[in-house]
């Protein structure tokens, strides 16, 4: 059997297993190690594994994964983000669907300190779901603005998948991270203007609604604070050159271990419990972006990769028409495939792609999440639905029946952001 022929079928293979039920991880690490041992023999199919184990358990970059889902574990257990609810709901209360704009800008804002789409809609969905149920809100709605709202938190920085993207794709993760920021906006804004136009999902939130608690806002300075203090710092950090962005979420966890520590917010048990959920999300996608970074190695010497640039390159259509193709591509993906799984297994193929097209790798990156954002919100895996369907008990077939309009409007940005990659670039271009 020919190489290219040899990585079609380990390829195809790979796939038929994940839709089987297999893990992706196991699933790339497999796939990769098995084709290597055919391709060129059992002993360098292991010298592979234990380069790429190497690698990646050696990468300084690497670090800052774990430390910024235990940032946004801390926030989690120490419960900083129902000040930040409280605060966008008492400033929107007069606003059409209110309550609901407040869950997006809520969800955002928590977004920005944590990097963690899971953890944002574990959180806010507690919070909100239940409040937005018994002010009117409809169940569909209050449950699919929490679980799109809460995908902010992958592309409005710091972001677990672009240090993934940037670790993979040797992309500047500071730019990565100045880049996310008006696309993220702009999603936040698009999410806003959802929620607004579902008139008949809240209409009897209006007589249904009573004022808001009377508490001091000095009650919620907590969580406010802590928001833009570690925004600042982790951000700022960065972009002035004070420290890389692995320190920047080392000091990031540092900060928030001050604020709640100081404002007696988290024992013992809340701590570890933290730490085991960051142990158990670090090691699920070390072994990811491990076997990933095997099967694109072995792709690459059966000359897939160069296939299917050479492919693509030769259609008689547009690069905008070849990215939109590829994003209905990513959303039959994601009906199949967890999100880094997803990422990790077609950087190979796409980031070529992307540039042979004349876009930018750190505008890939962007447009690569937000594609990963619209995969946890759509069945059948979804698995910001799952979560929000444990945390609040709202069966996941109304939340998927809700999720669609904040699914279109996610595809209008990703159409944005094809006809107009400046929204990406201009600004790590104009801070560079």
Known sequence: MDPLTLGIVVLAAMLVVVLLGLP?????????????????????????????????????????????????????????????????????????????????????????????????????????????????YSDKLSTATVASAATLAIIIPPSVPLVIYGVWSETSIGSLFIAGIVPGLVLMLAFVATVMLQRRQYAAATRAEPAVADRPLSAHAVGLVSVVVIFVIVIGGIYAGVFTPTEASGVGVMSVLVIALVSR??????????????????????????????????????????????????????????????????????????????????????????????????????????????????????????????????????????????VAASLAVVVLLVFFPQLATWLPQTMR
């Open 24 to 136: 992706v991880g196991y699933a790339l690490l497999g796939a990769g190690t098995i084709g290597y041992a055919l391709l060129s023999g059992p002993s360098q199919a292991l010298t592979q594994v234990g380069l790429a184990l190497w690698d990646n358990g050696t990468n300084f970059l690497f670090i800052a994964v774990p430390l910024f889902i235990l940032m946004g574990q801390l926030i989690f257990h120490a419960g900083l983000a129902e000040d930040i609810f409280s605060l966008a709901q008492r400033a929107l209360r007069r606003l059409p669907g209110g309550l609901g704009v407040s869950t997006v800008l809520a969800s955002a804002g928590f977004g920005a300190v944590t990097g963690s789409s899971v953890a944002a809609v574990a959180t806010i969905g507690n919070i909100a779901v239940p409040q937005m149920i018994k002010r009117g």
């Open 265 to 406: 917010r988290l024992g013992l048990t809340m701590m570890r419990d933290a730490l085991k959920e960051t142990i158990r999300t670090s090691a699920a996608i070390f072994l990811i972006l491990t076997g990933g970074i095997i099967l694109s190695r072995f792709l690459v010497q059966t000359r897939l990769t160069d296939a299917v640039v050479g492919l693509v390159s030769d259609l008689d259509a547009s690069p905008q028409v070849i990215l939109l193709a590829l994003a209905l591509v990513y959303l039959l993906l994601g009906a199949i495939m967890d999100t880094f799984g997803m990422l990790i297994l077609t950087l190979p193929l796409v980031l070529p792609i992307t540039i042979a097209l004349g876009y930018d790798p750190i505008w890939t990156g962007i447009y690569l999440t937000i594609l990963m954002e619209i995969a946890m919100l759509t069945p059948p895996i979804g698995l910001n639905v799952f979560v929000l369907e444990r945390a609040t008990g709202v069966p996941a077939s109304r939340i998927f029946a809700g999720v669609w309009p904040f």
